[in-house]
């Protein structure tokens, strides 16, 4: 069965320094993989998209980035945090079954930028 | 665009039903409805793929008129274990990738 992790699960960094998140997909091959992030008590904004190896589309201008070096690893990372990236940040898969196409979240990763 | 959810806001006694409503500006291919507890990861619940489709999960169903761009989500003697943030996912098909655009979330809370 397919799983997705994602690391650290609770980050608290200070304004200015990097970031790395990290999540991985296992069980199946060549995903679509997203990056979303949930700000306190607000809805899911997706960030990034990836349909495959280096190749990654943004879906917001921001102070972040994403990178996908092997199939099922995608990174969000930033050289600069600011306050306002502070959130809830969320990895997922597309699960492309008989059930029909939708998406898997990771369990997070809790960001506080301070 | 987002899809808009309504109510913002649902507070029930355990046994009690709720609708919980999304609705789209623009025209359809899927609607992704998901239950978030607080502080965890949203879990899938189901995905409706045609105009008219109907699908269950115990005692919660949930409809979608592609005609209207609407889905509707129906939870049936409410148990506390429904309580939680629901979020209805939009996808357009074609080459969106997969992509899924959720709507502002409905927080259900189930007293008993």
């Known amino acids: 069965s397919q799983t997705i992790h994602q690391w650290p699960a609770t980050l608290v960094q200070p304004v200015g320094s990097p970031l790395s998140l990290e999540c991985t997909v296992e069980g199946t091959s060549n995903p679509n993989l997203y990056w979303y992030r949930q700000a306190a008590g607000r809805g899911l904004q997706l960030l990034f998209y990836?349909?495959?190896?280096?190749?990654i589309s943004s879906e917001v201008p921001q102070n972040l980035s994403a990178s996908r070096p092997q199939d099922r690893q995608f990174i969000l990372s930033s050289k600069k945090l600011l306050l306002s990236d502070s959130g809830f940040y969320l990895c997922?898969?597309?699960?492309?079954?008989?059930?029909?196409?939708?998406?898997?979240f990771g369990e997070g990763s809790w960001l506080t930028v301070v | 665009q987002q899809p808009v959810q309504s109510p913002q806001a649902v507070i029930l006694r355990e046994g009690e039903d709720a609708v919980i409503n999304c609705s789209s500006s623009?025209?359809?291919?899927?609607v992704h409805w998901y239950r978030q507890k607080h502080g965890e990861a949203p879990v899938f619940l189901m995905i409706l793929l045609k105009g008219g489709e109907q699908k269950g999960h115990e005692k919660i169903s949930a409809s979608f008129n592609e005609k209207k761009q609407q889905s509707s989500l129906y939870l049936t003697a409410s148990q506390l274990s429904y309580s939680g943030t629901y979020f209805c996912g939009t996808g357009r098909g074609g080459t969106s990738y997969g992509k899924l655009t959720f709507g502002q979330g409905t927080i259900l809370t189930v007293h008993p």
């Open positions: 997922a898969w597309r699960s492309t079954g008989a059930t029909g196409n939708t998406i898997y």
């Open positions: 623009k025209a359809l291919y899927s």
């Open positions: 990836s349909i495959g190896i280096d190749q």
